[in-house]
Nanobody, 116 residues
Framework: QVQLVESGGGLVQAGGSLRLSCVAS????????LGWYRQAPGKQRELVAQ???????NYADSVKGRFTISRDNTKNTMYLQMNSLKPEDTAVYYC??????????WGQGTQVTVSS
């Protein structure tokens, strides 16, 4: 079993920045992929950003140029740097870790609220 602990969410004004962190209880070096998802009230969960084990990234069109996903294998941690935040970015953000195609883990979620 793998536990993922998220942090970094909060309340910020439009145009501001936040950095989300997700710490895994085991090594993430061999992971197939890591990702960040979000879900707003009344909306479906959507993929925000993804990074593969070899460093390839993928972003939702709505966040391209504003968000950056990264990983630090020495700290077993993944990050989501969010800049130029907009009110429509308001959601609960979840980190996701894929060890194998049959072994996937989720963080507890962290609230991001963007005002104005």
């Amino acid at each position: 079993q793998v536990q993922l602990v998220e942090s970094g969410g909060g309340l910020v004004q439009a145009g501001g920045s936040l950095r989300l962190s997700c710490v895994a209880s085991r090594s993430i070096f061999s992971a197939i992929a890591l990702g960040w998802y979000r879900q707003a009230p009344g909306k479906q969960r959507e993929l925000v950003a993804q990074i593969t084990g070899v460093g390839r990234t993928n972003y939702a069109d709505s966040v391209k140029g504003r968000f950056t996903i990264s990983r630090d294998n020495t700290k077993n941690t993944m990050y989501l740097q969010m800049n130029s935040l907009k009110p429509e970015d308001t959601a609960v953000y979840y980190c996701n870790l894929v060890i194998t195609f049959a072994e996937t883990y989720w963080g507890q979620g962290t609230q991001v609220t963007v005002s104005s």
